[in-house]
C-alpha cells in the first residue's frame, strides 16, 4: 500500500505532464505579476505572486484573504521536486550526461532564485560628498529612532522598528528607564497643519499639538513611500512626558530631558549600522558633451573599518560595484546637484548560485550537442557503409 | 537547372546588388552648389560627431516623416533642405513639410484643407506658435501614456516646430542679415543678446575644439561669436561659415564651393579623421541599406511566389538569389552601424528590429540550403522583409545612432547579453513564420505531401531548438548583467519576465513534442503562438511604462502590436482548422 503510494507519487512527480502544467503555470503566473506592476510595483507584485506559495485575493464578503492561485514559491519548489526527480529518472548513461548536467543546472538556478527571495535584504546607503555614513537604510520600512543626544560627541541610538510600533502597547526601551506607550500607529498618513476648529490632537507635547493627522492607505509603488506616523507617550521613572506625534514628515528630531538625560525622538528609515564606514570623496556625473544624457556616474569612497585595520579608496561606478562583507554596493541614484550619491545595497548569501548555473548549463548543452552531432554522423557513416 | 536558368538567376542577385550600389553614389550638385559637400561639415549633435546631412536627414525625419519631399515640381532632398532652413528661412518657411493628421489640432491652427491636405509650411503654423506652445506645455506634465490623443499630438506638434525653430537660428539668427554681419558687429549693443539667443537655440555645435581645449568642446556658433566679443580671438571657422552664408543667399555657386573647401580645411586642421568619419556616414546615410534590403527581399518574396505557379526550376533558384542580394546588403548595413557607431549590433530598439530581421534571413538561408524546398527562402524574405518594415517605422524618432545611457554603455554586455537574446527572437520567429507557412499550404496545396510536411515540422523543430539555447543562455547573462549593475540576478521587471516567457514558451513546446502530447500540427500551432509571446516581450512589456528596462518607451505601436497578435491567432485558428479542411485524415493519437 505504502509502496504503491510512493511509487505513485513517484511517478507523478517525474511526470511530463506535471513538468508542461508548471511551466504553464509559471507563465500565467510571470504574466499576472508583469502585468500587476502597473498597480502595485514591482516589489508588491513580486512578493504577491512571485514571492508566497498562494496568490491570495481578498473578498468583500469575507474577513480574510483566499489563496486563488498557486503562487512563485509553490509552483517554483514543484518546479524543483519534477526537475530533481526527472534529473534522477534520465539514464545514467553518458548518452544522457548532458542532460544531466542542464537539469542540475536548472535545480541550483532555482535554488538560487529561492535563497534570493527568502535571505535577500535591499537597502541603500546615501552620502553626502564629504559625508561619513555607517548605516545602510531600508527602502520602506520605518523605524521610531529614539537617541540620547545628551553627549555632544556620541549618539546612542535605540530604535523601535515599525512592526513593533503596529502592535501598539507598552514597549520598554532596553539600557533606559524609559518606556513607550504607543497610542496609535498609522502606516501611512498625511499630515497638516490643525486649523481651528477641528478635533484637538492626540498629542500633548512637542510639535504634534499643532498637526492635525488623516490616515491614508498604505502603498506598495516602488517610487512612493509611507508617510508612518505614531503617538507615543515615553514613560520613565513613574513619571509621563506627554504625549508626542513623531512622523516622516516631521523632519526635526523633538526632544524631552529624563534625569539630565536629554532623549531625541524620530520617525525615520529603518536603519542598519555597519562596523565600517563609507566616506564620500567625490561623486562623478557625466554627460555626453552637449546633451543631457548620463555617460556615467561614479563615486569614490573612502571604506574604513576599524576592526580590519582597513582604509582604502574604492570607486564605485555603473556595472562596477563593490562587494565588501558580505553586502554588495552599487552606484544607484544621485541628487542634491550631483552632491549626493546613492548606493543600493543588497546581501544575497545565494548570490554565487546563478553564477554556477550558467556553466553546468552551458556546458550540459555544450555536451548534449557534441553527443547529438557524434551520433548524427556515426549514422551518416552506417548510411554510406551499407 | 541548366547552365543558361542559373546564369539567370543569379544574374538577378547581382542586379539587385547593382541597383544598391546605385543608392550610395553621390548625387548631382543642386544649382551648382555642393549641397552634398556641406552636407558632409561634421557637427557634435546629441552626444557624438556626426554629418550635417545625418541632421538634416533625422530632423526630416522628424518633421516630414520623410526624408526628401517635393516641392515646386522639384524633389527636395535632406541637404538642400537644411541649407535653406539655415540660410535662406523665408525660403524654407514656405515649404510645406510639417504633416498634421489629428483633425482636432487642424482645427486649432485654424487651418482651412489645402489641396495639400495635412501637409503645412512653418509660415502656415508660424501665427498659432504661441497657441500650440501654451497648450503643449499644459500637456508636457503628463505621463506620456496617460495623455490623450490631442495632447500627445499637440506635445508633437510642439516638438516638431521646437526643432524646425532651433535649425533656423543655429547657424545665424532668422531674419538677421546674415553671419558676415554678426562678425562685423561683434561689438554692437545688442549684440550679447544676440549671440545669447544663438547659443540658447543652437541645435548642434559646428565649430570644432581648438587645439588645446577639451577634445569634446565643440561649440555652438553663438559660444564662438561670445568668445570672440571676450576678447578670445575669431575662431577660424567662422569666417569660411560666414562666406557660405553669403555665397548661398546670394546665389553665388562658385563662392559657396570655394568657401566649402576652405571649411573642410579648417576642420581637418582642428579634427583630423572627423571629416572622413563623417563622410562614411554620409555614404551609410545615402546608401539607405535597410531600405533597399527590404525592398529586395520583397521582391524575392515575390519571385518565390510565383515560382510556385510559373517555372520554379527557373524562378525559384532566382528568388534564392535575390534573398541572398538582400542579405549582402543587410549584413553591410549592419556592419556599417557596427563601425561608424562603434558598438555591438543591437544597441536600441530600432537596431534590435534590424538585427532580428538578420538573424531570420541567414537562419532561412541556412534551413534552404539544407532542404531545398524554397520555404526557407519564402519564410526569410518574409520576416526579413517584414522586421525591416518594423525597424523603419521605429527609425522615425530621430538620430537610430543615440548615445548609450550609463548603465546600458557597456559593449561586453551589449555584445553578449543583448545579442544572443535577439538571436533568440529571430529564432522564434522564424520557426512561427514556418508554422504559418506551414499552414497556408496544408490549405491551398492540393495534393498531400508528407515528405514537405516532414521536413517543414522538422525545420521549425531544429530553429525552436536553436531558440531555446539562445533566449536561455541571453536571459541567464542578462541575469548576471543585471547582478553586476543593480545587485540581482532576476528582479521579475517586466523586460526580464518577457525573456522568461519566451524560454518557458519553447520548453512547453519541445517538452510537450518529446512527451508526444502534440505532433505535427500541435507543435505548429504553438511554435505561431510563439510569435505572439516573442511580440510581446519585445514590445509589449515596454508599453507597460514600468520597471528599470523601460528606456524605450513607445505608445504609437500600441495597435500595431494588437493587430499583430490578433492575425497570430487567426493563423493558429487556420493551422488548427477543423479536420475536413484538410487534405489528410486527422491524426489519431496511435
Given amino acids: 500500500m505504502i509502496k504503491t503510494l510512493a511509487s505513485r507519487i513517484w511517478t507523478f512527480l517525474k511526470s511530463f505532464q506535471l513538468t508542461i502544467v508548471l511551466l504553464a503555470l509559471l507563465m500565467c503566473l510571470v504574466v499576472l505579476c508583469t502585468l500587476a506592476q502597473v498597480e502595485m510595483g514591482?516589489?508588491?507584485?513580486?512578493?504577491?505572486?512571485?514571492?508566497?506559495?498562494f496568490v491570495k485575493k481578498q473578498f468583500a464578503a469575507l474577513p480574510f484573504a483566499i489563496p486563488v492561485f498557486p503562487g512563485g514559491g509553490l509552483v517554483g519548489l514543484l518546479l524543483t521536486l519534477n526537475l530533481i526527480a526527472k534529473t534522477l529518472d534520465i539514464q545514467r548513461t553518458w548518452q544522457k550526461a548532458g542532460m544531466w548536467l542542464v537539469h542540475a543546472g536548472l535545480v541550483i538556478l532555482f535554488a538560487g532564485e529561492f535563497v534570493a527571495g527568502m535571505m535577500q535584504v535591499d537597502t541603500n546607503m546615501s552620502i553626502e560628498v564629504g559625508q561619513t555614513v555607517n548605516y545602510v537604510q531600508s527602502y520602506k520600512n520605518m523605524e521610531l529612532a529614539v537617541i540620547d543626544v545628551t553627549d555632544p560627541a556620541w549618539d546612542e541610538v535605540y530604535s523601535v522598528p515599525d512592526t513593533l510600533l503596529s502592535r501598539g502597547g507598552a514597549i520598554p526601551i532596553p539600557g533606559t528607564p524609559i518606556t513607550l506607550n504607543v497610542k496609535r500607529y498609522f502606516p501611512n498618513s498625511e499630515l497638516s497643519n490643525l486649523a481651528p476648529g477641528m478635533p484637538?490632537?492626540?498629542?500633548?507635547?512637542?510639535?504634534?499639538?499643532?498637526?492635525?493627522?488623516?490616515?491614508?492607505?498604505?502603498?506598495?509603488?516602488?517610487?512612493?513611500?509611507?508617510?508612518?506616523?505614531?503617538?507615543?507617550?515615553?514613560?520613565?521613572?513613574?513619571?509621563?512626558?506627554?504625549?508626542?506625534?513623531?512622523?516622516?514628515?516631521?523632519?526635526?528630531?523633538?526632544?524631552?530631558?529624563?534625569?539630565?538625560?536629554?532623549?531625541?525622538?524620530?520617525?525615520?528609515?529603518?536603519?542598519?549600522?555597519?562596523?565600517?564606514?563609507?566616506?564620500?570623496?567625490?561623486?562623478?556625473?557625466?554627460?555626453?558633451?552637449?546633451?543631457?544624457?548620463?555617460?556615467?556616474?561614479?563615486?569614490?569612497?573612502?571604506?574604513?573599518?576599524?576592526?580590519?585595520?582597513?582604509?582604502?579608496?574604492?570607486?564605485?561606478?555603473?556595472?562596477?560595484?563593490?562587494?565588501?562583507?558580505?553586502?554588495t554596493f552599487y552606484q544607484a541614484s544621485f541628487g542634491k546637484n550631483d552632491t549626493l550619491s546613492v548606493l543600493s545595497v543588497v546581501e544575497n548569501p545565494g548570490w554565487l548560485l546563478p553564477y554556477v548555473s550558467c556553466v553546468l548549463v552551458s556546458l550540459g548543452l555544450l555536451v548534449h550537442f557534441a553527443i547529438v552531432l557524434r551520433r548524427s554522423l556515426k549514422r551518416r557513416q552506417d548510411k554510406k557503409e551499407a | 537547372m541548366t547552365f543558361v536558368q542559373k546564369y539567370l538567376a543569379w544574374g538577378a542577385g547581382i542586379l539587385a546588388l547593382l541597383v544598391a550600389l546605385i543608392f550610395a553614389m553621390p548625387g548631382g550638385k543642386v544649382r551648382g552648389f555642393d549641397a552634398a559637400g556641406f552636407g558632409n561639415i561634421?557637427?557634435?549633435?546629441?552626444g557624438r560627431v556626426k554629418p550635417l546631412d545625418s541632421v538634416a536627414r533625422n530632423s526630416l525625419l522628424i518633421i516630414h516623416s520623410r526624408q526628401g519631399f517635393r516641392y515646386e515640381g522639384r524633389t527636395i532632398g535632406?541637404?538642400?533642405?537644411?541649407?535653406?532652413?539655415?540660410?535662406?528661412?523665408?525660403?524654407?518657411?514656405?515649404?510645406?513639410?510639417?504633416?498634421?493628421?489629428?483633425?482636432?489640432?487642424?482645427?486649432?491652427?485654424?487651418?482651412?484643407?489645402?489641396?495639400?491636405?495635412?501637409?503645412?509650411?512653418?509660415?502656415?503654423?508660424?501665427?498659432?506658435l504661441e497657441e500650440i506652445q501654451k497648450q503643449a506645455q499644459t500637456a508636457q506634465p503628463i505621463a506620456p501614456q496617460k495623455r490623450t490623443r490631442f495632447q500627445s499630438a499637440i506635445v508633437n506638434l510642439f516638438d516638431r516646430a521646437f526643432l524646425y525653430y532651433k535649425l533656423r537660428n543655429t547657424l545665424q539668427l532668422a531674419g538677421s542679415p546674415g553671419l558676415g554681419w554678426e562678425l562685423q558687429s561683434i561689438g554692437d549693443a545688442e549684440a550679447s543678446?544676440?549671440?545669447?539667443?544663438?547659443?540658447?537655440?543652437?541645435?548642434?555645435?559646428?565649430?570644432?575644439?581648438?587645439?588645446?581645449?577639451?577634445?569634446?568642446?565643440?561649440?555652438?556658433?553663438?559660444?564662438?561669436?561670445?568668445?570672440?566679443?571676450?576678447?578670445?580671438?575669431?575662431?577660424?571657422?567662422?569666417?569660411?561659415?560666414?562666406?557660405l552664408n553669403a555665397a548661398y543667399v546670394a546665389n553665388d555657386a562658385a563662392g559657396f564651393n570655394q568657401a566649402l573647401a576652405d571649411m573642410n580645411g579648417v576642420v581637418s586642421t582642428l579634427k583630423p579623421g572627423a571629416l572622413s568619419h563623417a563622410t562614411n556616414e554620409v555614404i551609410f546615410n545615402r546608401a539607405q541599406p535597410f531600405f533597399v534590403g527590404l525592398s529586395i527581399y520583397f521582391v524575392a518574396f515575390?519571385?518565390?511566389?510565383?515560382s510556385w505557379i510559373y517555372k520554379p526550376e527557373l524562378l525559384q533558384p532566382t528568388a534564392y538569389s535575390l534573398l541572398f542580394a538582400g542579405a549582402i546588403v543587410h549584413t553591410l548595413g549592419l556592419a556599417a552601424r557596427?563601425?561608424?557607431?562603434?558598438?555591438?549590433?543591437?544597441?536600441?530598439?530600432?537596431?534590435?528590429?534590424?538585427?532580428?530581421?538578420?538573424?531570420?534571413?541567414?537562419?532561412?538561408?541556412?534551413?534552404?540550403?539544407?532542404?531545398?524546398?524554397?520555404?526557407?527562402?519564402?519564410?526569410?524574405?518574409?520576416?526579413?522583409?517584414?522586421?525591416?518594415i518594423v525597424a523603419q517605422n521605429l527609425g522615425t524618432e530621430g538620430d537610430t545612432m543615440e548615445m548609450m545611457r550609463a548603465v546600458l554603455d557597456s559593449n561586453f554586455w551589449l555584445a553578449t547579453h543583448v545579442v544572443t537574446i535577439t538571436i533568440g527572437y529571430s529564432g522564434t520567429f522564424l520557426a512561427g513564420a514556418i508554422a504559418i507557412g506551414y499552414a497556408i499550404r496544408k490549405h491551398i496545396a492540393t495534393k498531400v505531401d508528407v515528405e514537405t510536411d516532414k521536413a517543414l515540422v522538422?525545420?521549425?523543430?531544429?530553429?525552436?531548438?536553436?531558440?531555446?539555447?539562445?533566449?536561455?543562455?541571453?536571459?541567464?547573462?542578462?541575469g548576471i548583467w543585471a547582478d553586476q549593475s543593480w545587485g540581482r540576478f532576476w528582479g521579475w521587471d517586466p523586460k526580464e519576465n518577457g525573456a522568461l516567457m519566451i524560454v518557458l514558451w519553447n520548453a512547453i513546446i519541445l517538452h510537450a513534442r518529446w512527451a508526444g502530447y502534440v505532433r505535427e500540427r500541435g507543435t505548429m500551432v504553438m511554435a505561431i503562438f510563439g510569435n505572439i509571446i516573442t511580440a510581446l516581450s519585445w514590445f509589449g512589456v515596454n508599453m507597460l511604462g514600468v520597471g528599470l528596462h523601460s528606456y524605450g518607451f513607445m505608445d504609437q505601436a500600441f495597435w500595431a502590436l494588437t493587430g499583430f497578435c490578433l492575425s497570430q491567432l487567426v493563423f493558429m485558428a487556420i493551422c488548427y482548422a477543423p479536420a475536413r479542411f484538410w487534405e489528410q485524415k486527422p491524426h489519431t493519437r496511435a
Wanted: net charge neutral.
Fill in chain 2, 42 to 46: 561634421p557637427i557634435l549633435e546629441g
Fill in chain 2, 78 to 128: 535632406p541637404d538642400e533642405w537644411i541649407l535653406d532652413v539655415m540660410f535662406r528661412p523665408q525660403v524654407a518657411d514656405q515649404q510645406p513639410i510639417f504633416v498634421i493628421d489629428d483633425p482636432d489640432i487642424i482645427g486649432l491652427i485654424g487651418a482651412k484643407q489645402t489641396k495639400n491636405r495635412n501637409y503645412f509650411s512653418f509660415a502656415d503654423l508660424s501665427s498659432h
Fill in chain 2, 302 to 306: 515575390l519571385v518565390l511566389c510565383v
Fill in chain 1, 42 to 53: 514591482t516589489q508588491g507584485a513580486v512578493n504577491a505572486y512571485m514571492r508566497s506559495f
Fill in chain 2, 338 to 388: 557596427i563601425i561608424l557607431q562603434g558598438r555591438p549590433p543591437v544597441t536600441n530598439l530600432y537596431s534590435s528590429a534590424v538585427f532580428v530581421g538578420w538573424g531570420a534571413v541567414i537562419l532561412g538561408l541556412i534551413v534552404e540550403r539544407m532542404y531545398r524546398k524554397g520555404f526557407g527562402t519564402a519564410v526569410a524574405a518574409a520576416a526579413g522583409f517584414a522586421s525591416l
Fill in chain 2, 193 to 243: 543678446a544676440r549671440h545669447q539667443d544663438l547659443t540658447q537655440l543652437a541645435h548642434f555645435r559646428i565649430l570644432p575644439p581648438l587645439p588645446g581645449a577639451n577634445p569634446d568642446a565643440w561649440k555652438s556658433i553663438g559660444e564662438g561669436l561670445q568668445a570672440m566679443a571676450a576678447g578670445q580671438g575669431t575662431h577660424p571657422a567662422l569666417v569660411p561659415l560666414a562666406r
Fill in chain 1, 200 to 327: 484637538p490632537s492626540m498629542a500633548t507635547a512637542g510639535v504634534g499639538p499643532g498637526i492635525a493627522i488623516v490616515e491614508r492607505p498604505t502603498v506598495t509603488n516602488d517610487n512612493e513611500l509611507n508617510t508612518g506616523s505614531v503617538f507615543v507617550e515615553p514613560v520613565a521613572g513613574g513619571r509621563s512626558y506627554g504625549t508626542w506625534l513623531a512622523s516622516m514628515a516631521i523632519g526635526a528630531p523633538q526632544s524631552f530631558t529624563h534625569e539630565g538625560r536629554t532623549y531625541s525622538l524620530s520617525m525615520r528609515l529603518l536603519r542598519q549600522y555597519l562596523p565600517y564606514s563609507f566616506t564620500l570623496k567625490q561623486f562623478r556625473h557625466d554627460v555626453y558633451p552637449g546633451t543631457q544624457i548620463p555617460k556615467n556616474f561614479s563615486s569614490l569612497v573612502q571604506v574604513v573599518n576599524p576592526s580590519q585595520k582597513e582604509s582604502r579608496e574604492v570607486l564605485i561606478y555603473m556595472n562596477q560595484p563593490l562587494r565588501y562583507e558580505g553586502k
Fill in chain 2, 458 to 478: 522538422d525545420m521549425a523543430y531544429g530553429i525552436i531548438c536553436f531558440a531555446l539555447f539562445f533566449s536561455f543562455v541571453g536571459t541567464v547573462l542578462g
